[in-house]
């Protein structure tokens, strides 16, 4: 059975779009594929008619600032995303998680549109981009519509998008301002799976010696991604000392449930992790606020 | 690029137009459409970047890239990297080739060479964006693109000297590698393998780069559960699905029906009401138009399979009321070694110690996927193009199978993409010979990875008790081993691995009292079989591991433990073999104690804190190994090659000798170069043929350099004798007044070519070839005393690591390493053995792990079988002891092993000076030391 029977290259998102919704069999987009055709290849997902290649509209291959957001096409390689200046400046959490995906070569076709469509519970990209709020931009056969990526997934793998008639445009994220700033971090096995054990990017608000605001995302901490709230009003308006972590530490530990999974890690050793990493974004990005004076 | 049916692509220059193949991806119709099969495909995952290729100025993973994305796209391949660039070299003219491809070849980068293509176009990439990257610049871009032979060191070094040639114009800076202590002209020189050019350009050909004409792609249909009966197998469906040319059953064998290399216990396919042992077992084979054809048939076939009990550990294997596994039950066999009394010594002893240590299964992952190609002559002959370590062991198990005489078979061995003994056994041989015996045509089988994973011999796991009795003074008086292997469902070379795990177990150390008992048995895990190592990795874990906590028990210091009991000349082995030449070790003990007190101010094992990141702890740690040369045990151990003068003055030797990355050519080469007085370019060597090379014996148990290596030192001997006699003759001249010279032959002060002096010969009917079986020394088996081996390795090492008390990630940050390799005849792939043995050893001791749970393999991805990357490369420190074997051609013996055995324990045992945590299994994974570091707090 071959992976695909046709494998098309629109040129438009209507182009697209189109060859979506008439294919003669099952349609989906691919963007750098690296996991839909895995999946398929090793009979996880099942054949596709018609791949629907959304790398070269030029839609989705902006990044740039559109008024008060910047904008970061679904088909941007994640290598791109990366080393990309504004992302750096703006999304610093974006561009390490980014830097973090697959392997060198994948980088440069992996895309944060499949990253996220793909709704894996631990993906990088899409756990950054849950920090810093991202607003998902999708067409669809009935026109474009904004949505929080928040209200995006179903279920491990599952997400609210009609693969077979909508695609992601790109991701609309918030202009960092002064004392703002964010930041992503990880553990992994040094090899192989290439999913991390537990990872984590943060958004916050510095003034002087405060937090006024915060954004926490930890993948994978159940079937969907979701911020931690809890631990966020645990640091909400305090400074991060070793009194404020450890609340929030013992908040992480009382609001999320880790799952033991046999080829990564047990709940015990994500739980003990979810501390080291806390400590090294929150760090992070309590630096940074205070560095990183936009201009 | 307006017809959608069109893909229109640029590679290397060259604008290309063809038709799209639905689900065809950039390596194929790389490889198969356009021949460029510089391209490799060795995982098929995404996940090892041997299929690495430059698009439009990027790497990208061919393998998973859709050709027909490809399309407008500039390709730039291995095969056209050297018109990008060329090499300047120090006589001022250019080498025509990439000056990446010169330096990996220059430093020895190049083994095996499969994954090498992918490591150049990776390197290329980073260089025409960073033109000179740092040592984590380079780990960094070569993160996913793995090398089994793990010549990662040099692949660093030749990178960094590439950058410097590509910056400077100059000529390549030559690599740091001393030659050996006992170098003759060529022998122990450093010299390039003979067949780099080749490898580094892309035009080396292994298995699957070979189409024929009308050739058929075969699949194979396996069991899926690890223990049943066959109830019902139907092909009838599959038969009729169009494409299908054939599909077989096991009723459909003309010959015998089993294989194996010691004991025919390995069905070639289960017929109806037999039993299925693994989950690899074979059900029926398919040869069909294309490869996607016959793995559609697959699906089509239906199978009825009766639950057994699954015996997935060998404890359980060894109860009274077990599952059968064979008909003669689950004990392949029980292994005995004695020497004096045990009991007596744990009497005279002041401490003794008991524990057990458990080793899981591991995979060879070479990176090359087995692959076979059969093809019937029009003579009635059957041909086999496949990289076999053990070419006439296939002719004859192909041969069986068929029901034909061996000479009807002939092996052509190709270049091997890596093997480490995972390629001894058959994989795809006798399936694909008998499809290309019904049908009629070539038949190619190629393994996917998945499939390589579940089918091929693991390495056995083990779980070894030790017991060890010692004085205050450190000697000990009495091992005590009890081991348990798993050779899974099948023999494979199980008993000879665990006897060498076995004779092994109480480590290389004189012991006036040894008891040790193995059983090996059969489960339904997937077989195992040899590995590099043979058996001595998992036992040298297990007393490596009890000799450090031993050493704290009597409060001394581990390296004097070992120093005071270890091995020398004159000590008798725990088989009662009396050492009498050739044991370096205590000069590789002393050498790396000392280069490990200098590097540690005299305190290696005190565990410090790094400045200004008291979380990460640094301590070293300190093992020692051996682990003999060749077959031993009374098996006759020998080689044949052949050595001839051809027409134009060159010479060519012969064996069957397999190379599978670890640099025999450069050793029967230099061997020959020197015995006959020339130039090694001279010399071409020609392996793994049935028909034209004489049998070498398994490629196995470190034997090649030692005993193949003889049989050419020989042979060029005895041609060198020849052909001094044939000019001593026709020029009246006595023999001891004729010299060689390269090319020439002085005669008297008259200078004769070579080339004329052949065809003088060969017009007179004389042929200038000289054939010698060599047999190494007779040895005795395990049980009567006397030589088991006729040589022995030796080696030390230590492991500097850096653990992580926050996460429990462990890095491995310096390894000094001593082997006793008898002579260096080839100090450049010995380098590389280091480096590699190594670097597997990191990956053992760290990492790797071949999980099956409940007879099913969890590990059949790449992805899930955490080999080593790049990343994991320390700073190698290596030291070359030469103690030589006065039997060993100048003086060798083996090493493509004990490279390996001592770096586990080292770095197990630096771990516990860290941390104060020891492991007692492997891999000692980040997480299991994160909860014993939780664990030793709370109870603290």
New interface residues.
């Given amino acids: 059975m071959n992976i695909w029977q046709k494998y098309v290259i629109p040129r438009s998102i209507e182009e697209a779009i189109h060859y979506l919704t008439s294919a003669p069999g099952s349609a989906r987009p691919i963007g750098g594929g690296t996991d839909l055709l895995l999946e398929i290849q090793q009979g996880h997902h099942p054949p596709v008619h018609t791949l629907v290649d959304v790398t070269r509209i030029p839609d989705l291959l902006r990044l740039q600032e559109i008024g008060e957001r910047l904008f970061i096409g679904a088909a941007v390689p994640v290598k791109v995303i990366t080393e990309s200046p504004l992302v750096r400046h703006h999304a610093l959490a974006v561009a390490e998680a980014c830097g973090l995906i697959g392997g060198p070569q994948v980088r440069n076709t992996a895309t944060l549109g499949g990253n996220v469509a793909h709704a894996l519970p631990a993906a990088d990209g899409m756990i950054s981009l849950f920090a810093l709020d991202a607003q998902v931009e999708i067409a669809g056969a009935t026109g474009r519509r904004l949505q929080p990526i928040h209200t995006l997934f179903k279920g491990p793998g599952q997400s609210t998008l009609d693969l077979n008639s909508e695609i992601i445009v790109g991701f609309y994220l918030p202009l960092r301002k002064s004392g703002q700033s964010s930041a992503f971090s990880r553990v992994m096995r040094p090899q192989g799976v290439a999913l991390p054990i537990l990872n984590m990017a943060v958004w916050m608000e510095r003034e002087e010696q405060v937090i006024r605001d915060i954004h926490i995302a930890i993948g994978p901490s159940g079937p969907v991604p979701f911020r931690a709230t809890q631990v966020e009003k645990e640091l909400i308006g305090k400074s991060p000392d070793s009194f404020a972590l450890k609340r929030a530490k013992e908040a992480i530990h009382q609001s999320i449930q880790f799952r033991s999974s046999a080829m990564r890690a047990s709940a015990a050793y994500r739980h003990h992790l979810s501390e080291v990493l806390l400590e090294e974004v929150i760090g992070k990005a309590w630096q940074r606020a205070f560095e990183l004076e936009v201009a | 690029m307006n017809d959608?049916n069109m893909i229109t692509l640029t590679v290397n220059g060259n604008t290309y137009q063809l038709p799209?193949i639905?689900?065809e991806m950039l390596a194929d119709l790389l490889r198969y459409r356009l021949k460029l099969t510089g391209t490799k495909v060795a995982c098929?995952?995404?996940?090892c970047?041997a299929c690495?290729v430059i698009l439009n100025g990027?790497?990208?993973?061919s393998c998973?890239?859709?050709a027909?994305?490809a399309?407008g796209a500039n390709i730039l391949t291995i095969e056209g990297l050297s018109s990008v660039q060329t090499t300047p070299a120090s006589d001022g003219s250019q080498i025509p080739l990439h000056p990446l491809q010169q330096s990996f070849i220059e430093y020895g980068a190049v083994q095996c060479g499969f994954c090498i293509p992918g490591q150049i176009m990776?390197s290329y990439a980073l260089l025409q964006r960073n033109p000179d990257p740092s040592e984590e610049d380079i780990k960094?871009?070569?993160?996913?693109?793995l090398c089994r032979c793990a010549g990662y060191p040099t692949i660093i070094s030749a990178i960094k000297a590439a950058a410097r040639t590509l910056q400077t114009g100059r000529p390549l800076p030559p690599p740091q590698i001393d030659p050996s202590s006992h170098a003759g002209r060529v022998v122990g020189t450093v010299q390039p393998r003979p067949d780099a050019v080749a490898k580094v350009t892309g035009k080396a050909i292994y298995t699957d780069d070979i189409q024929f004409e009308n050739m058929l792609h075969a699949r194979v249909k396996r069991a899926g559960v690890p223990s049943g009966i066959l109830r019902k197998l139907d092909i009838e469906k599959a038969q009729k699905l169009p494409g299908v040319v054939a599909v077989l059953t096991a009723e459909d064998i003309p010959g015998e029906k089993y294989h194996g290399l010691v004991i025919p216990d390995w069905p070639i396919m289960v017929g109806i009401g037999e039993q299925i042992r693994t989950v690899g077992d074979a059900l029926a084979i398919v040869a069909a138009e294309s490869r996607?054809i016959a793995?559609?048939a697959l699906?089509l076939i239906e199978v009825e399979i009766e639950p057994l009990p699954v015996i997935d550990h060998p404890v359980k294997a060894i109860q009274e009321n077990a599952l059968r596994i064979h008909n003669n039950g689950n004990l392949l066999k029980h292994i005995k070694v004695r020497k004096g009394d045990v009991e007596q010594g744990f009497a005279q002893a002041d401490v003794v110690l008991e524990h057990t240590y458990h080793t899981p299964m591991h995979d060879h992952a070479f990176m090359e996927p087995e692959c076979s190609i059969a093809r019937p002559t029009p003579e009635g002959r059957m041909e086999l193009y496949v990289g076999s370590q053990i070419p006439y062991s296939d002719r004859n198990q192909v041969a069986r199978a068929l029901g034909v005489p061996e000479e009807k078979v002939r092996i052509i061995g190709q270049l091997i993409g890596g093997g480490f003994g995972g390629k001894e056994d058959i994989a795809g041989q006798i399936h694909a010979a008998l499809l290309a015996n019904v049908t009629g045509r070539p038949v190619k089988l190629l393994f996917d990875r998945?499939e390589s994973l579940v089918v091929h011999p693991k390495r056995h796991a083990t779980q070894i008790r030790v017991k060890v009795g010692a004085k205050m003074d450190g000697s000990l008086t009495a091992v005590e081993t009890e081991l348990f292997g798993d050779t899974g469902a099948y023999a494979s070379l199980g008993e000879k691995v665990l006897t060498r795990a076995t004779t092994h177990s109480s480590g290389p150390y004189e012991i006036p009292n040894v008891k040790a008992d193995c059983y090996a048995m059969y489960t339904n895990n997937p077989p195992a079989g040899a590995f590099r190592g043979f058996g001595v990795m998992q036992s040298a874990f297990a007393i490596e591991s009890m000799m450090d906590t031993l050493a704290e028990v009597l409060h001394m210091d581990p390296v004097e433990l070992r120093k005071k009991n270890a091995l020398r000349v004159g000590s008798v082995t725990n088989t009662g073999q009396v050492l009498r030449e050739s044991v370096g070790l205590m000069e590789c003990i002393e050498k790396v104690e000392a280069e490990m007190n200098r590097l540690s101010d005299g305190s290696p094992f005190t565990p410090k804190p790094v400045e200004g990141a008291p979380h990460l702890i640094r301590a070293w740690g300190f093992a020692v190994g051996y682990k003999n040369t060749g077959l031993g045990g009374g098996a006759p151990d020998k080689a044949g090659a052949e050595v001839e003068l051809r027409r134009d003055g060159t010479f060519q030797v012969r064996s069957s000798s397999a190379e599978l990355g670890q640099g025999l050519p450069t050793v029967l080469q230099v061997i020959a170069a020197e015995e006959l007085n020339q130039n090694p370019r001279q010399i071409d060597v020609l392996l793994m043929d049935t028909d034209l090379t004489p049998d070498g014996g398994p490629t196995t148990a470190s034997r090649q350099t030692f005993v193949t290596g003889n049989a050419v030192r020989h042979a060029a001997r005895a041609l060198r004798q020849l052909l001094t006699s044939e000019l001593a003759e026709r020029y009246d001249v006595p023999p001891q007044e004729i010299r060689f010279i390269e090319g020439l032959a002085q005669v008297n002060g008259k200078q004769v070519s070579l080339s004329h002096l052949a065809e003088q010969m060969l017009e007179s009917g004389r042929q200038p070839l000289a054939s010698y079986t060599y047999w190494a020394p007779a040895t005795r088996p395990l049980g009567q005393g006397g030589d088991m081996h006729f040589a022995f390795s030796f080696a030390a090492q230590a492991a500097e690591v850096e653990v992580n008390t926050?996460?429990?990630?462990v890095k491995v940050l310096r390894l000094i390493i001593a082997n006793d390799v008898g002579t260096a005849i080839n100090p450049l792939g010995l380098r590389g053995q280091i480096e590699g043995g190594a670097i597997m050893g990191i990956g053992h001791a760290?990492?790797e792990n071949f999980i099956v749970e409940q007879g099913r393999v969890?590990t059949d991805?790449?992805?899930?079988?955490?080999?080593?990357?790049i990343?994991?490369t320390p700073e190698i420190i290596p030291f070359v002891v030469e103690h030589p074997v006065s039997e060993g051609p100048f003086g060798a013996k083996g090493v493509g092993e004990i490279v390996l055995i001592p770096t586990i324990p080292a770095i197990t045992n630096a771990i516990y000076h860290a941390v104060g945590v020891r492991f007692d299994r492997i891999p000692v994974?980040?997480?299991k030391i994160?909860?014993a570091l939780?664990e030793k707090a709370a109870t603290a």
Avoid: W
């Fill in positions: 959608p799209e639905p689900g098929g995952e995404a996940e970047g690495t990027e790497p990208v993973l998973s890239y859709p027909a994305k399309n990776t960094v871009a070569l993160k996913d693109t996607q793995t559609h699906d998945q926050l996460t429990g990630e760290l990492t969890i991805r790449l992805a899930r079988y955490r080999m080593p990357s990343t994991f994974d980040q997480e994160l909860l939780k």
